[in-house]
T-cell receptor, first 113, second 112 residues
């Protein structure tokens, strides 16, 4: 069974630029999560989708971050404009249901200069 | 305000000995706790979990203990193996595994 796929694996941009990350969850998984992991810290949940609906986005900085999950499968996370403090690893995870084990992708490492 | 804390950033143990990783939490509403293991350049992988109705859960070499009165949980690895060297995150949920709050992680190094 294929795991959670993410791309790109690495991205370097300058502050005020825009960037987008893509996630393809495990086939059949209804719940999808985006996390931000800053160096030396644990992952922090940004947004949770159940199929194509948002369950929780209370920790998503909505003035610059946006996410969508059209058709309830793939998802994209966008940052516009990026700030220096957005430098982090962005992890996508999926689970069969909202109370099931979460499986993580390898992450996208973002560096904002 | 960190609701889940792992106060030891790193731990070094000898192969074959016991590794004990600790985690403290402050939110008494948490009812489900998990441990994840993370290798470099990979995402975290689920290791073991425990519900608040239990005080111990065992899976092979891995055992998680929960002390609700102290708001403390620990992960025991016996015997430790060099392949166990990784960063371990504890996580907590107040919705049976949904909406995870992670600790900052502990880097375990198992020396041959």
């Amino acid at each position: 069974e294929a795991g959670v796929a993410q791309s790109p694996r690495y991205k370097i941009i300058e502050k005020r630029q825009s960037v987008a990350f893509w996630c393809n969850p495990i086939s059949g998984h209804a719940t999808l999560y985006w996390y931000q992991q800053i160096l030396g810290q644990g992952p922090k949940l940004l947004i949770q989708f159940q199929n194509n609906g948002v369950v929780d986005d209370s920790q998503l900085p909505k003035d610059r971050f946006s996410a969508e999950r059209l058709k309830g499968v793939d998802s994209t996370l966008k940052i516009q404009p990026a700030k220096l403090e957005d430098s982090a690893v962005y992890l996508c995870a999926s689970s069969a249901g909202h109370q099931e084990t979460q499986y993580f992708g390898p992450g996208t490492r973002l560096l904002v200069l | 305000d960190q609701q889940v804390k792992q106060n030891s950033p790193s731990l070094s143990v000898q192969e074959g000995r016991i590794s004990i990783l600790n985690c403290d939490y402050t939110n008494s509403m948490f009812d489900y706790f998990l441990w994840y293991k993370k290798y470099p350049a990979e995402g975290p992988t689920f290791l073991i979990s425990i519900s608040s109705i239990k005080d111990k859960n065992e899976d092979g070499r891995f055992t998680v203990f929960l002390n609700k009165s102290a708001k403390h949980l620990s992960l025991h690895i016996v015997p430790s193996q060099p392949g166990d060297s990784a960063v371990y995150f504890c996580a907590a949920s107040n919705n049976a595994g949904n909406m995870l709050t992670f600790g900052g992680g502990t880097r375990l190094m198992v020396k041959p």
